[in-house]
């Protein structure tokens, strides 16, 4: 090894929010010291290199600081923040070195190691998907089987393939009736004004998905503040007024029931994912501009629960409700369907249920500061000047990227046609089994080179090995594809070498990368060629 140790500044952190213990860290072949800067400080570190298994770090050019994540073999971590990533760069590769001189695997989120535990319901899944495709099987056969890559390399980079196949199995969610609550019928005993209302599990759960302020007030009264019956008895009081379209007698009561109000009120809740759901409109939409497709926003014009229309005072509008309303919210739930799928029999269960899963739902969902990001994001691309703003994205590894470019358009293009059809590919007057054999030389050079990429920068032994394999197995390409070439009848020779070029040029550029990096390796010059030396 070119050097022995390396000296850096900086900060030790427990957790990525823990703000740090500055100091300085020191990096041996045998060992990792971190000295704090204060000596009252209690973050002295004096960990063995034998007890680290792998790092993680940030990549330099995203919105997070040059962190340096040291894993060790007890699942714990060791985290460092440097004050550049030219320090974390150095600090990195020095791990590398000393972990692949000590045969220990680093840990990289795209790397799945062989030793990985399977259940029976993954194992199935990829059974399943080989039988499915032959394509697939074939190449899990060719390298797989041979020894080039091993199950979970192969496996690792069709992650998305198992997930999609993975969720076909999941259970599809029940929804709901299309019949709106508001169709609810009481039943009379034909003597007094007596009403009564059958409310079953089902039409208790629609009503709390519907109106998510009822939901609260039921978790919020019952049985606390009123029994299960007062409760509903309030509900259908307030769905009374409402249905006579007498705002101001809805007004009264509520002022003296303040339960009664809860029922009568316009849905806060409705009315704050309304206004979240604004938040996230792209800002560039001109709405505005089609203001004049609708008459809603202009006087008199408007249709209330019973189909008239009707003006009312400022102060009695928080007790109006129209029919467009009902007719959106229940829709938007039917949509949804049922958030909640066991069987209830029991409203305080259902109450709860639908509770924890809106709960485990925004959990999942993005937050204000996401959202309002992304419309910052939105602006700043609208309102970018071109001549002081560079571009977005920029090229990464455009070597392999320009090959792959190459090989994918000689495939698939229709530039080299024969005869009178501008439209009919070369590929089309191949025979069947010369095209299928082509077909695979490309789909098996692609496998090979996507994962002989991945493996760069090469920093632990374990991707050091795993390159020689795939430079290995890329260097028999070269004899297979001239045998290829010479088995195809002389009348197609020429178009079958136009299509094995690009596979000779993907397969050169990566032979010429490998090379390039041994010698700088073996050179010894102190260079740290991909990160690894």
């Known amino acids: 090894m070119a050097s022995r140790q390396v000296t850096k500044r900086a900060k030790y952190k427990t957790t990525i929010k823990d703000p740090g213990t500055s100091g300085t860290l020191r990096m041996t072949l045998e060992k990792i010291l971190f000295v704090p800067h204060n000596p009252k400080s209690a973050g002295k570190l ?49 791990v590398g070195k ?8 680093s840990e990289k989120p795209t790397v799945t ?3 990985e535990q399977l259940s029976a319901a ?23 089987l041979s020894g080039v890559l091993t199950e979970a390399e192969f496996w690792a980079t069709r992650k998305k393939l198992l997930d999609k196949e993975a969720n076909k199995k999941t259970k599809q969610r029940l929804g709901f009736k299309s019949a709106m609550i508001s169709d609810i019928r009481p039943s009379t005993d ?31 009264y019952v049985p606390n503040k009123m029994s299960e019956r007062v409760f509903w008895t309030k509900y259908f009081r307030a769905e009374y007024l409402h249905s006579t379209k007498n705002s101001i007698a809805a007004a009264a009561e509520a002022a003296e029931d303040e339960e009664l109000a809860v029922f009568l009120k316009q849905d806060d809740i409705l009315a704050s994912e309304a206004r979240w759901k604004i938040r996230r409109v792209d800002p560039t939409l001109d709405m505005e501009a089609d203001e004049g497709d609708d008459y809603t926003h202009l006087p008199d014009h408007g249709i209330f629960r019973d189909g008239s229309k009707e ?10 409700r129209t029919l467009s309303q009902d007719i959106n919210r229940h829709a938007a739930v039917v949509l949804e369907g049922r958030a909640v799928d066991v069987e209830l029999e029991d409203t305080r269960a259902v109450a709860e249920a639908l509770a924890q899963s809106k709960q485990e739902s925004s959990t999942k969902g993005e937050s204000d500061a996401d959202t309002s990001q992304e419309r910052l994001d939105r602006l700043s691309r609208m309102t970018e000047i071109e001549d002081l703003v560079g571009p977005n994205n920029l090229p990464v590894a455009p070597l392999w990227i320009k090959v792959f470019d190459a090989l994918t358009n000689s495939i698939s293009t229709t530039k080299y046609h024969i005869g009178k059809n501008p439209h009919e590919s070369v590929l089309d007057r191949f025979p069947k089994k ?76 990566a032979i010429q990368h490998y090379e390039a990096d041994m010698q700088k390796r073996s050179a010894g010059s102190g260079e740290k060629p991909n990160g690894y030396v």
């Open 98 to 105: 000393v972990l692949a001189k000590s045969g220990e695997v």
């Open 311 to 320: 003006m009312t005072e400022p102060e009695i509008e928080l007790y109006r």
């Open 434 to 509: 010369t095209k299928e054999e082509l077909l695979h030389h490309w789909t098996s050079i692609h496998e090979l080179l996507r994962h002989f990429w991945a493996s760069y920068p090469i920093t632990t032994s374990y991707l050091y090995t795993k390159v020689n394999r795939l430079k290995d197995a890329i260097s028999n390409i070269y004899p297979q594809l001239e045998e290829f070439k010479g088995s195809v009848p002389s009348e197609l020779r020429h178009q079958v070498s136009l299509l094995v070029r690009p596979m000779h040029q993907a397969l050169d550029a």
């Open 46 to 94: 004096d960990v063995e290199f034998r007890f680290i298994k792998g790092q993680k770090h940030t990549k330099e050019g995203s919105n997070k600081p040059p962190w340096l994540n040291l894993t060790n073999n007890q699942n714990g971590s060791f985290i460092f923040e440097f004050e550049n990533y030219s320090d974390l760069q150095d600090c990195r590769d020095f």
């Open 122 to 144: 993954e194992m199935e899944l990829r059974i399943k998907l080989l039988q499915e495709d032959s394509e697939l099987q074939k190449l899990h056969k060719q390298f797989v």
């Open 190 to 220: 034909g003597r007094t004004n007596k009403v009564t209302f059958n409310l079953t599990p089902e039409i208790i759960l629609q009503i709390f998905a519907e109106k998510p302020a009822v939901h609260r007030a039921f978790l919020s």
């Open 113 to 115: 190691y062989p030793d």
